[in-house]
């Protein structure tokens, strides 16, 4: 016992190691797919282990939330299969420069200098995520003028619960209502997996009144991404306790999450019930117009910034915004390509000039939706999609029916049961079964193989 106490906070020694990097990453292509892999998690590095958890090296804080929000349920749980006694994972912030020595530190094991605050930065506000900034739409009108409620009328709206999919905003909000509410307020702004940062801290040095107090005299707390806990018992039990401390002393308290409190998988009835409690508001994807908007607002932000003028075609930005079919990040990921491409081969830039710039970024962060793998796999077989998705049980429409539930599961990061509703409602249970057969399948028949790889590559390029 009490060895291992001692062993919690310490690395591991070089015997104790369980971890080969070079397998991981094996297995890593493995289960999500070379295209996935070469885009993403090949630039993930092994920095330090630790006894139950280790930190992961990424390129950027890009990388890391996306790695983060889409796939880490499952590096965590494939991770496992290497490493039983681990129950976390950090991402530490290395950029391409450093890597290299950064590797070879590692190898170095008595010269890894000690990491400090790898995660989020928190209580930091954001000067550049206000109000003025961000751009209204239909997809995000409701939760922003809730938040601007919020700001006029502390405590009406307890707890304000702001949801929705990635890239869309939600950080945004929050630190814009934090902004707004600081100079009177004591505002207290942390991401969840921050939170749980400080929380394993604190009780790593015996130090849990201090870390009850820090967070319980705040009169604003705002939580990021609360999906966060799932699956985290004692954390559950100590934000449950915070919450309630919080809002019995009447301080205002703003969530965001990616879904709706009932959503929220392995996460304790009452937290969810308290997280409903309040008011809970959705963003959406964003329509064509708002896309446009934020574009054309983006662009008089740098034209300020630097001083420059930045000429895009209204069509241009047109065919940005059309094309740009994610999320927001993305969409201002893609239009600082283009503005960077013009300001290096100083010209006003054509569509056909676009679509060259963006043909790889968005081959790379496609997104493929469910509707999208349904159509690819009806025409791939040749049957209607109305057939697919009937209750018939004949094989020729029950396997491409499998083949497409079992790419919705892999490919997109809708839940089981979101995707069981997706196929005419039909039960979770049965998409798992779709899954499992389909994974044998492809695994024991090289025709299934070469079909799904055939079925992937025209979702890929389409
Ligand atoms: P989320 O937290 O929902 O994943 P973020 O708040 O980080 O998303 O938003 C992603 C990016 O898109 C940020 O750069 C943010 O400033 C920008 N953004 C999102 N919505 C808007 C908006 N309505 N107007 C302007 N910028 C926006
Ligand atoms: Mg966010």
Redesign the pocket.
């Known amino acids: 016992m009490e060895k291992n106490i001692r062993k919690q906070n310490v690395y591991v020694s070089e015997e104790e190691k369980t971890l080969s990097w070079s397998e991981v990453q094996i297995s890593l292509k493995k289960n999500f797919g070379n295209e996935i892999y070469n885009s993403w998690l090949e630039k993930m590095t092994l920095v330090k282990e630790y006894n139950d958890y280790l930190i992961l090296g990424v390129p950027t804080r890009f990388f890391r939330?996306w790695i983060v929000?889409r796939y880490l349920d499952k590096i965590m749980e494939l991770l496992k299969g290497f490493k039983l006694s681990l129950n976390r994972i950090e991402f530490k912030i290395i950029d391409d420069s450093k890597q290299s020595q950064e590797a070879l530190k590692i190898n170095d094991f008595n010269s890894v200098a000690e990491i400090k605050d790898s995660v989020l930065n928190y209580n930091r506000l954001n000067q550049n995520?206000n109000f003025n900034?961000?751009?209204?739409?239909k997809s995000?009108d409701i939760a922003l003028s809730y938040s601007r409620k919020v700001c006029e009328h502390i405590s009406r709206y307890n707890p304000l619960y702001i949801c929705?999919?990635?890239?869309?905003?939600?950080?945004?909000?929050l630190n814009a209502i934090g902004l707004e509410l600081q100079n009177d307020n004591n505002v207290m702004f942390i991401s969840a997996e921050r939170f749980m940062y400080h929380f394993i801290k604190s009780i790593k040095k015996n130090d849990m009144v201090n870390f009850k107090d820090f967070f319980r005299k705040s009169s604003v707390f705002i939580i990021?991404d609360i999906q966060f806990i799932s699956g985290k018992e004692s954390l559950q039990e100590e934000f449950f306790h915070t919450f309630n401390s919080l809002m019995d002393k009447g301080s205002q308290i703003i969530i965001?999450s990616d879904r709706s409190p009932i959503k929220l998988e392995r996460v304790q009835d009452r937290i969810k019930s308290r997280l409903s409690g309040g008011l809970v508001v959705d963003?959406e994807t964003p329509d064509l117009e708002?896309k446009i908007k934020?574009i054309k607002?983006k662009i008089e932000e740098i034209e300020s910034q630097f001083k420059e003028k930045i000429i895009l075609d209204d069509e241009v930005i047109n065919f940005i915004a059309s094309e740009s079919k994610t999320?927001?990040?993305e969409l201002?990921g893609v239009l600082n390509r283009v503005i960077a491409f013009g300001r290096v081969n100083n010209k006003e830039l054509t569509i056909s000039d676009c679509k060259k710039i963006l043909k790889d970024v968005f081959s790379q962060i496609k997104v493929i939706t469910v509707d999208k793998i349904q159509n690819v796999v009806s025409n791939y077989y040749n049957i209607a999609l109305s057939e697919m998705l009937s209750q018939r049980r004949s094989r020729p429409l029950a396997r491409p029916r499998q083949i497409a539930m079992y790419l919705a599961k892999k490919l997109t990061t809708r839940s089981l049961p979101e995707i069981g509703r997706r196929f005419a409602n039909r039960d979770h249970t049965t998409v798992i079964h779709a899954v499992k057969t389909i994974s044998r399948l492809s695994e024991q028949d090289d025709e299934m193989k070469k079909n799904i790889n055939q079925i992937k590559s025209i979702l890929i390029e389409q």
Not at 164 to 173: A, C, M, P, R, Y
């Open positions: 939330d929000s995520l900034n961000f751009v209204q739409g995000n929705g999919g990635v890239g869309l905003g939600k950080t945004h909000l990021d965001s963003i708002l934020i607002k999320n927001i990040r201002i």
